[in-house]
């Protein structure tokens, strides 16, 4: 073998050795890289199981819907920063593993659904903390706590429209009753509910002493009905502050109901009095009537006929005288005798003098009594034709409206009738 070609063949070894030398240490870097890329996925899984128990830690129950009792912002803030701190350290991680060959950065690479797993939980954990603070806000104590709901709590008080629509906004979710894993979201909804209901019971009774009560004044519209059932309302009105808002004018209204009644009372006594009154005038006049009627009717007397017995008429004695124009006791013209003559008292038939028998021109007790005239009938001057009732008097039918006005009619009218005699009638018409 010549000089050349022992040294080619020195040569072609030491490249070798030298070759395996640098590779065998690269190898070993890699594996050192390779290592700690290990060591550092390790660190990684092991705080994602941290986070996910002090996760765990933050619900109620094992099917992870409600929070637990003791949550609180500091406790989800704590969390939030280990979430953010696993996303910087696989930021680091994944540089770290670029230089690795490609099958080793799919093997080694971070877990990325982790992170998003987890950055996921927390916010949902954060809108359901917001959520049920927000809801156990607008009650003067917890509504919702550890899936535990108090049907029977209070609003605060002075809550406004307002901020329950805030609340409302930000919190209500549509959701189906139905939908086995939307128990929290169900909860917080019927919070609202409550809330609203309460609220709007508040505003009704505010309207409703509005009608009875406003500026201050009573309104005509307050009667026992109105006020019974305003007062009702108040009674289911669950804020005490806001149910005691209403005793003052509620208290109002009462008293003038009562007064009203009592005014009431009087003058349907009033109107009683004035009724039998009416109706005693009424029979009064209607036997007044009765009475005229009957000595308006002719009665005819009948005289039985009496006999007439003459008696005789004694003259007395005139002595006779020797005269030629001697009177006589018999048949004398213008003298007293008993039998017919002209002019002269006879007890028997005679013309133009007094007589118990038949006679013309005087009087005679065989006669009928004359039928004196009927008094006139009392008559309506304006007759009235509607269709209103008789009271006897005004105050009467005055009273009777005013009664009518307050048991809520929207009016009356007098209308007085004068009639012939002087009298007058009144008829009163409702509206």
């Known amino acids: 073998m010549n000089k050349k070609v022992r040294w080619g063949i020195i040569g072609a070894t030491s490249l070798l050795v030298i070759s395996i030398g640098l590779f ?51 406790k989800i ?24 060959r490609k099958t080793d950065q799919k093997k080694y690479q ?15 954990i954060q809108q359901k903390f917001n959520a049920q603070v927000a809801v156990n806000d607008l009650f003067q104590s917890s509504y919702l706590k550890e899936g535990t709901e108090n049907k029977e709590v209070v609003i605060i008080d002075d809550l406004s429209t307002e ?70 309302e108040v009674e289911q009105i669950k804020n005490q502050k806001a149910k005691e808002s209403f005793t003052d004018v509620l208290k109002t209204i009462e008293v003038k109901v009562q007064e009203d009644e009592a005014y009431k009372q009087k003058l349907e006594a009033e109107i009683q009095v004035e009724e039998a ?26 005289t039985e ?20 124009n001697d009177s006589s006791t018999t ?22 003098g007094s007589s118990s028998g038949g006679s013309i021109g005087g009087s005679s007790d065989g006669n009928t009594n004359p039928t004196p005239p009927a008094p006139e009938k009392p008559y309506a001057l304006n007759p009235y034709t509607g269709s209103g009732t008789y009271y006897a008097t005004y105050e009467a039918a005055a009273k009777a409206g005013e009664k009518h006005g307050i048991d809520g009619g929207s009016g009356y009218g007098v209308y007085t009738e004068y009639w012939s005699d002087g009298t007058e009638k009144y008829y009163l018409e409702l509206y």
């Not at 002090?54 to 409600?66: A, I, P, R, S, V």
């Not at 005038?281 to 009948?302: F, H, N």
């Open 24 to 74: 065998t240490v690269n190898e070993s870097n890699y594996s050192k890289k390779v290592e700690a890329i290990v060591s550092g996925q390790g660190e990684n899984s092991q705080l994602v199981k941290e986070i996910k128990k002090q996760m765990n830690t933050l619900y109620f129950g094992e099917d992870k819907q409600f929070l637990n009792v003791e949550i609180s912002q500091e």
């Open 77 to 100: 803030d704590s969390l939030m920063e280990k979430v953010n701190k696993l996303s910087e350290v696989g930021q680091v991680f994944n540089k770290k593993i670029e230089h690795l």
């Open 110 to 124: 971070f877990n990325v659904n982790n992170l998003s797993f987890l950055q996921d939980e927390v916010k949902m």
């Open 163 to 232: 901020k329950l629509n805030e609340v409302k906004k930000a919190t209500l979710q549509k959701v189906d009753e139905k939908e086995a894993t939307k128990k929290f979201e169900l909860a917080i909804n019927y919070g609202i509910e409550i809330a609203q209901k309460q609220l709007a019971q508040i505003d009704k009774v505010k309207k409703m002493m509005n009608d009875l009560y406003k500026d201050g004044i009573l309104t005509d519209k307050v009667t026992r009905e109105n006020y019974e059932s305003t007062k009702k």
């Open 277 to 302: 009154k009416r109706q005693a005038e009424t029979a009064e006049k209607q036997a007044l009537k009765q009475a005229q009627e009957v000595q308006s009717v002719p009665v005819t007397q009948s």
């Open 305 to 324: 006929a009496q006999p007439i017995v003459e008696t005789p008429i004694v003259q007395p004695s005139i002595p006779a005288t020797n005269t030629t």
């Open 331 to 352: 048949n004398n013209s213008g003298g007293n005798g008993s039998s017919n003559n002209t002019g002269d008292a006879s007890t028997g038939s005679n013309t133009g």
